[in-house]
C-alpha cells in the first residue's frame, strides 16, 4: 500500500495538477477580464461575504495590506487543497477528481457571482479545472508503482518527478504571464495619463499660511496624494476608461439623467479641501486624510434629474457593485459634495476611484465616497441597503468629531521642562472650535489652534506642557459647536469609534 514517500509524490501531483489550474485560469481571464481569474474572483467572494468584526480584524491588524495578507493566505489554501487532491487521487482517482471539479465549481461560481461579470465569466475557472484534471490523471498514472507502469523504480520515479517539474513550471510560467501581461493591459493608466484637467469654475479659498503647525512629526496639513489611504473591497482596481464611462441618475427621479465624461468635464467644477475618513478608524488611527478635490457639485446633477418630495437617499453604485446610501440632503444643502475628478490638480489615482468618485464632506466614505462610481439611484433609506449596512454597518454614518496625539508618540521618554504635545483634531462640515488636553487626571488645558483652513478639513493643534519626570498618559479631545467630543469609548463598528485618544510618556 500506498507508503509515506508516495502519499509525498501523490502530493506533489496534485500541487503540479494546481498550478496548471491555476495558470491556465489565468491566461484565460486575460479574455474574459482580471475579475475572472479563478484566485480574484474567490477572494473577492471571500472579502464580500467575510463578517464585518473579520474584516475590520484584518484592516486593523494587518492595516491597508490586508489584500496581500489575503492573497497569500488563499494561494496557501489553494496549495494545501491541491495536494489533498494529489493524494485523493493517487488513492482513488474519482476522490482527487472530485475535489478538483468542486474547486472548480467554486470559482466558477464565484466569478460568475461578481457584480460586473460577464456571459464568459466562470470560464478561465472550468477550462483551468479541466487541464488540472487531465495533468492530475498523467502525473497519476506515472507515480511510481502505479498499476500501469511495471517498470523499475528507479525509472518510473525520474519520469514521474520529471513530468511532475515541468507541469508545475508551466503553471507557474501560466500565472506569470497571465498577471505580466494582465497589468500592462490595464487600460485605465494611459487614459489617465492623457487626461486634461479644465480649470475649475470655483476655486478653492486660500489657505492660509499657517494651517501647518509647524512641529516635527505632526501629519501635514495636505496629505500627499501617494500617501492617502487606501479602503476598498476591489482586489483587482477597477480600469475605467473615462471614454466609455457614464454615469446613470435614476429611481424616484423626475427625469432620468445619463452623465457622459465630457458633459462632466464642460460642467461648472468646484474646488475644495476635504477631510475624507474612514468609519474604520480607531482612534488615533490614520484612516484619514486631507486633499484639494475638484468636481462637478452633486446637487448639480440632482437638479437636473429633480428627485421626488418623498425620496431621502442616494444610492450611489460603483462599476465592481459597492454600493454607499448618502442622505439626500448631504448631497443638495450646499456643502461641497462633488462628483471628483481629481486629487491635488491631477486625475484621480486609479485606485482612488479614476475618473470619477464621491467625496461629500461630514461623512465617512463607506455612506458617502464610492469610488469607480457609475450609478447614482435616487431612493429612500426605508427602501434600500448598502454594502456595509448588509454587513452590520449603520445606514448612516457622519463623522463623529475626534483628536489625535501625534507628538511625543506612545511609549517615547523625553527629557523634563517644556515638552511641545501636537497633533490634529478633525470635526468634518462643523469645524474644530477648541482642543484640550490633559495630563493624566488633571484638568483640561486649551491647546492653540492653527490656521482654520475650513469647517470641512481637520485642524492642527499644539501645546506646551511642563512635563515633570516620571511615567505620564496624555489624553486629547476636540470640540466642534456643539461641544467636546465624547470621551466614552465606542468600538468602529457600527458607525465610528469615540473615546479619548492616549500616549504615555516617559519623563526622565
Ligand atoms: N467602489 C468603492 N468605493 C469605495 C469603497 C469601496 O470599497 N469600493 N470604500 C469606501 C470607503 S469604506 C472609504 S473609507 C473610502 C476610502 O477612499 P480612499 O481609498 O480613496 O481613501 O472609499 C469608499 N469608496
Ligand atoms: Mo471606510
Not at 447614482?376 to 489625535?404: I, N
Request: contains cysteine; aromatic residues 6%; negative net charge.
Amino acid at each position: 500500500m500506498a507508503g509515506r514517500r508516495d502519499t509525498g509524490l501523490a502530493a506533489l501531483a496534485g500541487l503540479a495538477a494546481g498550478a496548471v489550474t491555476l495558470g491556465v485560469g489565468s491566461l484565460v481571464a486575460l479574455l474574459t477580464g482580471p475579475s475572472t481569474d479563478p484566485l480574484v474572483a474567490v477572494g473577492a467572494a471571500f472579502v464580500d461575504a467575510t463578517p464585518a468584526w473579520l474584516k475590520d480584524f484584518a484592516a486593523s491588524t494587518f492595516g491597508t495590506a490586508d489584500k496581500v495578507v489575503l492573497a497569500i493566505g488563499e494561494v496557501v489554501v489553494v496549495l494545501a487543497l491541491a495536494a489533498l487532491a494529489g493524494v485523493l487521487a493517487a488513492r482513488r482517482w474519482a476522490w482527487g477528481a472530485t475535489l478538483v471539479v468542486v474547486l472548480g465549481a467554486v470559482a466558477g461560481l464565484a466569478a460568475m457571482g461578481r457584480p460586473d461579470a460577464g456571459t464568459l465569466a466562470a470560464a478561465p475557472a472550468v477550462v483551468g479545472a479541466i487541464a488540472g484534471l487531465l495533468t492530475l490523471r498523467e502525473l497519476v498514472r506515472r507515480l511510481p508503482g502505479a498499476p500501469q507502469r511495471p517498470r523499475p523504480e528507479g525509472v518510473e520515479r525520474r519520469t514521474f518527478l520529471q513530468a511532475t517539474a515541468a507541469a508545475g513550471a508551466l503553471g507557474v510560467v501560466g500565472v506569470v504571464i497571465g498577471r505580466v501581461i494582465g497589468a500592462g493591459a490595464r487600460g485605465a493608466q494611459s487614459a489617465r495619463s492623457a487626461i486634461q484637467i479644465p480649470r475649475p469654475a470655483t476655486t478653492a479659498a486660500p489657505v492660509p499660511a499657517g494651517v501647518d503647525i509647524g512641529v516635527d512629526g505632526v501629519e501635514p496639513w495636505q496629505t500627499p496624494a501617494d500617501e492617502f489611504y487606501r479602503i476598498d473591497t476591489a482586489l483587482v482596481v477597477p480600469q475605467v476608461d473615462p471614454q466609455t464611462w457614464s454615469l446613470r441618475v435614476h429611481g424616484m427621479v423626475e427625469e432620468e439623467v445619463t452623465l457622459t465624461w465630457d458633459e462632466l468635464l464642460d460642467s461648472d467644477l468646484v474646488e475644495a479641501w476635504v477631510t475624507l475618513a474612514c468609519v474604520s478608524n480607531p482612534v488615533g488611527g490614520d484612516l484619514i486624510g486631507n486633499q484639494l478635490w475638484l468636481g462637478m457639485p452633486i446637487a448639480d446633477l440632482l437638479a437636473r434629474a429633480r428627485p421626488t418630495a418623498d425620496a431621502d437617499m442616494v444610492l450611489s453604485r460603483s462599476i465592481d457593485g459597492f454600493t454607499a446610501s448618502t442622505p439626500l440632503a448631504a448631497l443638495t444643502d450646499g456643502r461641497d459634495a462633488l462628483l471628483a475628478i481629481a486629487m491635488d490638480g491631477e486625475p484621480l489615482p486609479v485606485e482612488h476611484g479614476f475618473p470619477v468618485r464621491m467625496v461629500v464632506p461630514g461623512l465617512y466614505g463607506y455612506v458617502s465616497a464610492t469610488k469607480w462610481v457609475t450609478e447614482l439611484r435616487v431612493t429612500r433609506f426605508a427602501d434600500a441597503t448598502a454594502y456595509w449596512t448588509d454587513r452590520g454597518w449603520s445606514a448612516e454614518g457622519p463623522v463623529k468629531t475626534q483628536s489625535r496625539i501625534e507628538v511625543p508618540t506612545q511609549g517615547n521618554s523625553v527629557p523634563a521642562g517644556s515638552v511641545v504635545v501636537a497633533g490634529t483634531a478633525w470635526a468634518q462640515h462643523r469645524g474644530i472650535t477648541g482642543v484640550q488636553v490633559r495630563v493624566d487626571d488633571g484638568d483640561w488645558n486649551d491647546a492653540t489652534l492653527a490656521d482654520d483652513g475650513g469647517i470641512d478639513s481637520w485642524r492642527q493643534w499644539s501645546w506646551t506642557w511642563d512635563a515633570e519626570p516620571g511615567s505620564h498618559e496624555l489624553f486629547v479631545r476636540a470640540s466642534d459647536p456643539q461641544g467636546p467630543q465624547t470621551g466614552a469609548v465606542a468600538d468602529v463598528i457600527p458607525d465610528g469609534a469615540t473615546g479619548y485618544d492616549t500616549v504615555r510618556v516617559i519623563v526622565t
